[in-house]
């Protein structure tokens, strides 16, 4: 309601939009070191001491911030560089029809979703409270309910809207993003109208960029492994948290068969005819 009628897009805007535990920290740190790349060496540049949470914040924070003046984001300096985990039937008609604003979704194959929400959860469950089991996740995720509603109609709302604005939204796969990180960073540039010139990529600017912002890195940095990030006055998460393994597949390791068929069949059901498709 608060975005619906007080938030003021900027035609500089650039969104980030995710369902949680999709790769939202490692693609913020990729568009963070993008779009500023002309601005900072990579030897003293800021995600070295910074974490991508806060060089890359939350609008959804901001809404749970009692005092906004903590977040005043009529201060931040254009471009401003925004993430959300709102779906996108949801957003007010001044972000979707806004002629500039520009947003980039990523997806991952819902099974790694589950398993990495499902531990992440865990992670920041009360220390009062038994962990929440496999079990339980599952059934809770197959029944759409989360934080942010179903996970396919979060997915299949900005792939509908990348089909009809492909000029404003950019739809992205992790597996794609692991598979050809290079590929990606490059049409990211293109698409936020920071191209990289022939210049940029002959000195390996590109690769330097996917270097700095790689799992590998950022994980090992100590902003990284003993910094928090706080989300809302009761929500305050330690930066470790956001770097578990990257990996794409890891739901081999907790899923059984039957789960595995089950929302298999659930994602086939919901994408059918979208022309969305995911990995086996």
Known sequence: MWVQDHFKPRPTDIFLASFPKSGTTWLK???FATVNRTRYGFADHPLLTTGPHDCFPFLDAHLQEKDRSRFDLDRFPSPRLLSIHIPYILLPNSMTDHQSCRFVYICRDPKDVLVSKWLFL????????PPISLEEAFELFCQGISHYGPFWDHVLGYWEGSLETPEKILFLKYE???KEPLVVVKRL??????PFSLEEESKGVVEEIVKLCSFENLSTLEVNKVSEQKFSKDTIIDNRHFFRKGKVGDWKTYLTT???ERLDEITYEKLLGSGLVFGS
Not at 122 to 129: A, G, H, I, S, V
Not at 189 to 194: E, H, K, T, V
């Open 189 to 194: 540039g293109d698409f936020l109208g920071y």
């Open 176 to 178: 794609d993003l692991k």
């Open 122 to 129: 865990n992670k920041l469950r009360p220390k009062d409270l």
């Open 29 to 31: 740190a990729l568009i």
């Open 258 to 260: 039957e789960m595995v």
